[in-house]
């Protein structure tokens, strides 16, 4: 440990050889609502896939500051954040930041369903969580987060749309936060269920999806919870998010119930907004994709 050295030195910076002397800015204490940027913090594992888009800030003086809370939803809530370097405005960046809370705080739990065949590496977590200690709830919550990071990761790592994972802490995940330019500056993209695009633009939507299906197939997954709520509408271009049940198709014994749920979900939606679309013909095609 160093020991802080708090008296002072009884010299003139004029009597030291100016190699040894530094000009230095001192930071300004944080407000309510604000932290030292985690960037960090956090081992290299738990930062995003490179290449890294040029708006992740890596700045070791970067402040993260709570915008606020976007959306409250059944197991995480999501806030906006602001990461900026006070002395270099050019790193300044507002992500999502979704935080798991602990099962006692969900109003929804998942079904252990898509779990099954998940293996947990370290024991000790898997008989917390038994015994439901608050070390396990945490580890619970963590879990998710866990999960969700991962799916992120290999998703983005296959070329897939979605939001670009920047890092991972606890049971916080940032990411990027897919954003519409609006009349009145940036806003939040709506969620697919929300818009009613016209007809080229609808039956563009759902060419993105089946692509987007059918390279998750083509790796073995599926999303597990895909519908128009789970879908960001940014301009003309979607972006699949809430991953952290991602299924393996052919470990998870319901891997193809989940893909026809999917698909139904889906074309419901697109069925409903005048696309004549079938789930039964997706599934189908997936299945090609499959095999
Ligand atoms: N990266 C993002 N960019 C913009 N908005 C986002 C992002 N991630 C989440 N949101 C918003 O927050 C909402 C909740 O996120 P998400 O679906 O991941 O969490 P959830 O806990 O599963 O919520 P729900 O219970 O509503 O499904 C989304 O519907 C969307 O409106
Ligand atoms: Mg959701």
Same mark, same amino acid.
């Given at each position: 440990?160093? @020991?802080?050295?708090?008296?002072?030195?009884?010299?003139?910076?004029?009597? &030291?050889?100016?190699?040894?002397?530094?000009?230095?800015?001192?930071? $300004?204490?944080?407000?309510?609502? @604000?932290?030292?940027?985690?960037?960090? $913090?956090?081992?290299? #594992?738990?930062?995003?896939?490179?290449?890294?888009?040029?708006?992740?800030?890596?700045?070791?003086?970067?402040?993260?500051?709570?915008?606020? &809370?976007?959306?409250?939803?059944?197991?995480?809530?999501?806030?906006?954040?602001?990461?900026?370097?006070?002395?270099?405005?050019?790193?300044?960046?507002?992500?999502?930041?979704?935080?798991?809370?602990?099962?006692?705080?969900?109003?929804?739990?998942?079904?252990?369903?898509?779990?099954?065949?998940?293996?947990?590496?370290?024991?000790?977590?898997?008989?917390?969580?038994?015994?439901?200690?608050?070390?396990?709830? %945490?580890?619970?919550?963590?879990?998710?987060?866990?999960?969700?990071?991962?799916?992120?990761?290999?998703?983005?790592?296959? =070329?897939?749309?979605?939001?670009?994972?920047?890092? &991972?802490?606890?049971? %916080?995940?940032?990411?990027?936060? &897919?954003?519409?330019?609006?009349?009145?500056?940036?806003?939040?993209?709506?969620?697919?269920?929300?818009?009613?695009?016209?007809?080229?633009?609808?039956?563009?939507?759902?060419?993105? #999806?089946?692509?987007?299906?059918?390279?998750?197939?083509?790796?073995?997954?599926?999303? =597990? $919870?895909?519908?128009?709520?789970?879908?960001?509408?940014?301009?003309?271009?979607?972006?699949?998010?809430?991953?952290?049940?991602?299924?393996?198709?052919?470990?998870?014994? @319901?891997?193809?119930?989940?893909?026809?749920?999917?698909?139904?979900?889906?074309?419901?939606?697109?069925?409903?907004?005048?696309?004549?679309?079938?789930? @039964?013909?997706?599934?189908?095609?997936?299945?090609? %994709?499959?095999?």
């Amino acid at each position: 440990m160093f @020991q802080e050295n708090t008296s002072t030195p009884d010299v003139s910076t004029a009597d &030291i050889d100016p190699r040894f002397v530094f000009e230095f800015e001192a930071y $300004d204490d944080l407000d309510a609502g @604000q932290r030292w940027s985690t960037w960090l $913090d956090v081992e290299p #594992l738990s930062r995003g896939p490179e290449p890294r888009p040029d708006w992740v800030v890596t700045s070791q003086g970067a402040v993260d500051t709570d915008l606020g &809370i976007l959306k409250t939803g059944k197991e995480a809530d999501v806030f906006l954040l602001d990461r900026t370097d006070p002395h270099d405005p050019a790193q300044s960046v507002v992500m999502a930041a979704k935080r798991y809370r602990s099962p006692d705080h969900r109003s929804f739990h998942r079904s252990a369903a898509y779990t099954e065949g998940r293996s947990m590496k370290r024991s000790r977590d898997e008989r917390a969580i038994k015994r439901k200690s608050t070390f396990g709830r %945490e580890v619970a919550a963590g879990e998710w987060a866990i999960s969700e990071w991962s799916a992120l990761n290999r998703c983005w790592s296959l =070329g897939l749309p979605v939001p670009y994972p920047v890092q &991972i802490d606890g049971t %916080e995940i940032l990411m990027e936060w &897919i954003s519409v330019d609006g009349p009145d500056g940036t806003d939040t993209a709506p969620r697919l269920a929300q818009t009613r695009p016209e007809p080229a633009l609808l039956a563009s939507y759902f060419d993105q #999806l089946r692509e987007a299906m059918r390279t998750l197939v083509r790796s073995g997954l599926v999303h =597990g $919870d895909l519908s128009p709520y789970n879908i960001l509408a940014a301009g003309d271009r979607l972006v699949v998010i809430d991953l952290p049940q991602l299924v393996d198709l052919v470990g998870n014994v @319901q891997g193809f119930d989940f893909l026809l749920r999917d698909c139904t979900n889906v074309c419901t939606w697109f069925q409903r907004r005048g696309l004549e679309v079938d789930p @039964q013909d997706l599934f189908g095609d997936l299945m090609a %994709e499959a095999f």
